[in-house]
């Protein structure tokens, strides 16, 4: 049973706009909000990560927005580019060294 | 620079044989996963191991095994592959108490 759900499957932006992908999860136990960047031939790389006691983390383009009462947390990539051309995957985790419960992933085309 | 291989990179193989895929991380990390990854379902754990003759079964481990005879390798071990096998395998490792998951560049496997 996928116990991180995210949508969309896939999205098309163009350059200079916003990506949002979003991811639902129904563990409360879950203490750590990775999302991890896919390049086609490459493993999965961490992009960003929160935990579940802060509302939002940004790095340079990239922001995770948290809502721990609705269990959603979503990425944002503003000004988007075309290398970030990828597939996206959210993920939770129960605890430190605990394996990462991944979402379905999202396979995002930044055209120019 | 500690980094974390795997090998063959390729495989394809027949129905039936039995395969092992090799994964070997030099950051002296106690955790290591293993993951398949398929179109539609995201990564899915297979095995996992917090250390040295420790392994668990994750969500989908039916027709694999793992050992772990030290901390730097966690083979994985396909016991008569199957056509449902082929697949995306990636290993992963982190060290405990700490977050980020470190993934290794894949091995694509066939099974005909």
Redesign the interface.
């Known amino acids: 049973q996928q116990q991180v759900k995210q949508s969309p499957q896939s999205l098309i932006v163009q350059k200079g706009g916003i990506s949002i992908i979003n991811c639902a999860y129904e563990n409360t136990a879950f203490d750590y909000f990775p999302w991890y960047q896919q390049f086609p031939g490459k493993g999965p790389a961490l992009l960003i990560a929160i935990r579940p006691d802060v509302s939002e983390k940004k790095e340079g383009r990239f922001t995770i927005s948290f809502n721990k009462s609705a269990k959603q947390f979503s990425l944002h990539i503003m000004d988007s580019q075309p290398g970030d051309s990828a597939t996206y995957f959210c993920a939770a985790r129960l605890g430190s060294g605990y394996a990462l419960n991944f979402g379905k992933g999202t396979s995002l085309l930044v055209t120019p | 620079d500690a980094e974390i291989t795997q090998s063959p990179r390729h495989k394809i193989t027949e129905t039936g044989r039995q395969v092992t895929l090799a994964c070997h991380q030099t950051w002296n990390h106690?955790?290591m996963?293993w993951?398949r990854q398929d179109l539609?379902?995201?990564?899915?754990?297979i095995h996992?191991s917090?250390g040295v003759q420790d392994t668990n079964k994750?969500e989908v481990s039916d027709g694999y095994s793992v050992s772990r005879s030290n901390t730097e390798d966690l083979p994985l071990t396909l016991e008569s592959a199957a056509s449902s096998q082929t697949s995306v395998y990636?290993c992963?490792s982190?060290g405990?108490?700490?977050?980020?998951?470190?993934?290794?560049?894949?091995t694509r496997l066939t099974v005909t």
């Open positions: 106690n955790n996963f993951y539609g379902h995201g990564l899915r754990l996992y917090y994750g990636f992963a982190s405990s108490g700490t977050h980020e998951q470190y993934f290794g560049p894949g």
